[in-house]
């Protein structure tokens, strides 16, 4: 069974969200996303400054069994990327909580309502053993 962490919101498209500043989130990928995409070899993420909308693509994860898209589960401006993952994109496997994490956005007043609209831990548990 995959870990789902509670303090933080999901996407139906398997993306995570943690709030860490009144403005700012983190996003990466969920662990049940990091297992079914298999062994990721490559993680091709957005500049610094890049603004990005609610449910748009936001990088990509190349695995060894297919390329995915990861989608921005909240409208914002990229203000950090894990570049680690340029090199070590394999922390997304082992630590997708952790050092997987891929960018964080700055959001406005109006993005933070969307929050709101993100799954519960609770809800994403359901969600992933539908």
Not at 6 to 24: F, P
Not at 50 to 66: A, D, F, P, R, W
Not at 108 to 114: F, L, M, P, R, V
């Amino acid at each position: 069974m995959s870990v789902v962490k509670d303090q933080l919101l999901y996407s139906k498209e398997h993306e995570w969200v943690e709030v860490i500043g009144e403005h700012t989130i983190r996003i990466g990928i969920t662990d049940f996303a990091q297992s079914q995409l298999g062994d990721i070899v490559f993680v091709e993420l957005p500049e610094v400054g890049t603004e990005v909308l609610s449910q748009t693509g936001l990088g990509n994860i190349e695995s060894v069994k297919t390329v995915s898209d990861v989608y921005a589960p909240i409208s914002g401006v990229v203000t950090q990327v894990n570049n680690t993952l340029l090199d070590q994109p394999e922390n997304v496997n082992s630590d997708p909580f952790g050092g997987g994490w891929m960018v964080e956005l700055e959001i406005d007043d109006h993005a933070k309502e969307a929050l709101t609209q993100l799954l519960t831990a609770e809800q994403y548990r359901e969600y992933t053993a539908e």
